[in-house]
């Protein structure tokens, strides 16, 4: 075969392929998906009174945006609202993106294991998580105390879950904030733990987004 | 560590092996040439491909004939997802950049073609702010199937020379890459990417959507066709993320069991090929012996990576945490892993995508514990021969067999003989040449990037103090000429002040420096491995006599093994303790 004929079968082939996995293959997939799997294609989106609210499976912030007395503005820095965890929610893990949970630029916080700057990230991490919720943890809360999934960044910074001891701890401030009693809220948080796949592949989770949404229905809606 | 951490690494093990050995029967059937159960479907429209390629399937090629056929299909798919990426803004009218992003400039297309063509898919850029849905689908996914299929097509090249009786031919490469896109690559992608949808991976076309939380705050979702690239990004060992979180996102691994299903993706193809070798080589043994060893090696990687991340950080502990199991959470070095996948889920992720050309990652590996983060440095040292790429870790491992049987026969005396054939003096010099490329390729990127100004500029301003900066450049250039893709992912060769590209900038030195690495060491392997399988193909098989060393009994699994190890060691090891082994060994803290 000369050079010539293996250059037109190279660009033929190409071309022919490029339209079987390029363009057949993915809309085969999105037809199969749209069809079969529709709320799973569309990213398990979560409406409240016809509102889109958020996705199961993408983290947010539950955190809401300060107001500045003087002016009764937003706050704002940097381009972006400062912000105060409302203490009513759970609250998801800390995020690496810009600005955080950013869900449409996805980034790890690339700490390094033996950096003094991860050390003060997680310290800062700790101590926010201190502050929220060792007022109304029996005992009080320490840095030793604190679950990992709390302190440390996740992966994606848009992690939807927190661990069954995170939530636990949030749990005694929520009760407390909402006034109602820790054994329903605990409940809750039991109704929204996933387990390991199979039994056996990762670690349990619970999805804060519904069950903060839980928690606003069990007023009737808020 | 938890007891259901160890049953995940060494169920995954028995699944993986239970489904690898049917497959493993499937794609001798493929490659010989005997019907399967596709046929029936697939026999027409192949023809047609080949006709209207105007080749002809069954004349055999010689390995000089294989080799340039492989290098002008790679070159016309150079071009053309070039041309693609680059010209993203002219495909608007399809409806599929609903974001409206511009091209990413030259110097970064340059690294992302390279990169998608080596099978290495390594990433400057985030995919949910670079590229628009049809630069994903018809630009990226294409050479995720081909790339792989180029990679197979090698392997298979390669045990045709070593089985063949006579003759000079070794396959035909248009048949090779066909077949394989048709009758394996799909058929499983199709699979793979309906448990995937199951799980909650997204496949849509829609615009990003924009959410307005319960407490006013408001977050915007990228959306796209991810099932589809998920799959064959697994499949195909490519591992380039569809979001710049790679299989970290929820949207690309939702949940404990997506995140199984997707290691096994990784590796089942792999580890298949080498029950392949066993059953085309008439000798089902030499299969097991290779599996043997790829396994143990495999198994010692990941239960190293649990214990170390699984003992947490120096900074965690500094910081006050403590990182052991507690009721309620798994403990451990959780910072950059996600609560779903765990400790163990992120370890052996990252292990199943380091031993394989995958790199994909599901956790940040800048963040991995020193000697956690030692595991994919080991593994990219033994040249990804544990398990491999899909093709390219049988090929691999094939050159590191002959050159344990070289040295086996060199240690009792006799010609060295291998499954018949002699092993002579051209063989070993071009096997030699093959597995010295990487090494070539990743430590004089490696030592450019430290010792120049603009190779340092690409080093993180976040992570990269002390023994790290030098660790993420390493793994960069290391990652590169592997063709894997993981990255320590503070360095950097884009700088992207807003989504979609305006007013970007590539880092040309790291572009282009990593871009023209990973095409060398993809391609100049290649042309040897099929110069070696061109060399054994001309050979006559002589009867095995009493002296003859056996290749597939526990002693040569042992040797093979001690064979990988050494030269991955002497290679590496004076790079890798300035790195991670400084790190892994110390407590301390660098600003």
Known sequence: MGLRREIAASAVGMLILTVICGVLYPLAITGVGQVAFRSNADGQLVYRAGRLVGSRLIGQSFATPVIDPRTGHVEMSGGEPVTRPDPRYFQTRPSGTVPADNAAASSFANYGPNSTITERAIAANIAAYIRLNGPYYPGGLTAAKVPVDAADTSASGIDPDISIANADIQAHRVAAVRQLPLRLVLRLVARFTGGRGLGFSGEPTVNVLELNLALDRLRGGR | ?591
């Open chain 2, 1 to 591: 560590m938890t007891v259901l951490g160890w049953v995940l690494i060494l169920g995954f093990a028995a699944i993986l092996t239970a489904l690898a050995l049917p497959l493993g029967g499937y794609l001798a059937a493929v490659y010989t040439g005997r019907g399967t159960l596709l046929s029936a479907v697939l026999a027409r429209p192949e023809r047609l491909i080949y006709r209207a390629m105007r080749v002809d399937p069954e004349v055999g090629q010689d390995w000089k004939q294989y080799a340039r056929s492989m290098i002008v299909f790679s070159l016309a798919g150079w071009l053309l997802l070039y041309l693609i990426l680059r010209t993203q803004r002219l495909w608007d009218f399809t409806g599929l950049n609903p974001m409206g992003f511009d091209s990413a400039p030259w110097n970064v297309t340059f690294n992302t073609t390279s990169s998608f063509l080596t099978n290495t898919n390594w990433q400057y850029y985030g995919g949910e702010t670079t590229m628009s849905y049809f630069s994903q689908m018809v630009g990226l996914t294409v050479q995720n199937f081909l790339s792989a299929a180029v990679g197979i097509a090698v392997a298979v090249a390669l045990i045709r020379g070593i089985v063949v009786r006579s003759g000079r031919a070794i396959g035909n490469f248009w048949q090779d890459v066909v077949r394989t896109t048709l009758y394996v690559l799909i058929p499983i992608a199709v699979l793979v990417a309906l448990l995937l949808l199951s799980q909650g991976v997204i496949q849509n076309l829609t615009t990003y959507l924009t959410v307005h939380g319960i407490t006013g705050l408001s977050q915007t979702l990228a959306m796209g066709p991810v099932a589809s690239q998920e799959a064959i990004k697994l499949l195909g060992t490519n591992g380039g993320g569809f979001f710049n979180v790679n299989s970290a996102h929820p949207f690309e691994n939702p949940t404990g069991f997506s995140n199984l299903v997707e290691m096994l993706a990784v590796l089942v193809i792999p580890a298949a090929l080498v029950f392949t070798y066993g059953r085309m080589t008439g000798s089902r043994r030499q299969g097991y012996a290779i599996y043997a060893a790829m396994m143990a090696m495999f198994l010692g990687a990941a239960i190293v990576a649990y214990v170390a991340e699984a003992h947490g950080s120096p900074a965690q502990h500094a910081a006050g945490l403590h990182t052991g199991v507690i009721p309620g959470s798994g403990g451990g070095n959780m910072e950059g892993k996600e609560q779903r996948f765990g400790i163990a889920g992120s370890a052996l992720f990252d292990v199943v995508t380091t031993v394989t050309s995958c790199g994909a990652v599901n956790s940040a590996l800048e963040s991995f514990t020193g000697i956690g983060g030692a595991v994919p440095f080991a593994n990219l040292s033994a040249s990804e021969v544990i398990f491999g790429g899909v093709g390219t870790g049988l090929y691999s491992i094939l050159l590191y067999v002959l050159l344990a049987v070289f040295i086996g026969g060199l240690m009792v005396g006799r010609t060295p003989e291998y499954l018949g054939k002699k092993i002579e003096a051209r063989e070993i010099k071009l096997t030699a040449l093959g597995i010295l490329i990487t090494p070539l390729a990743a430590l004089s990127a490696t030592a450019l990037a430290i010792a120049s100004r603009a190779g340092r500029a690409s080093i993180s301003a976040v992570a990269g103090h002390g023994p790290q900066g030098f660790s993420e450049t390493f793994y960069a250039y290391l990652s590169q000429a592997n063709n894997n893709g993981s990255a320590f992912a503070g360095y950097t060769g884009f700088i992207q002040p807003v989504a979609g590209n305006a007013g970007s900038r590539g880092i040309t030195f790291a572009d282009l420096v990593g871009g023209l690495d990973m095409l060398f060491a993809r391609y100049a392997p290649i042309v040897f491995v099929l110069a070696v399988a061109g060399s054994l193909a001309g050979k006559r098989i002589s009867p095995a006599g009493l002296g003859t060393m056996r290749t597939d009994n526990p002693t040569f699994v042992v040797l093979l093994i001690g064979v990988i190890v050494l030269v991955g060691a002497l290679t590496f090891f004076p790079a890798l303790l300035l790195g991670p082994i400084v790190q892994g060994l110390t407590g301390h803290l660098y600003s």
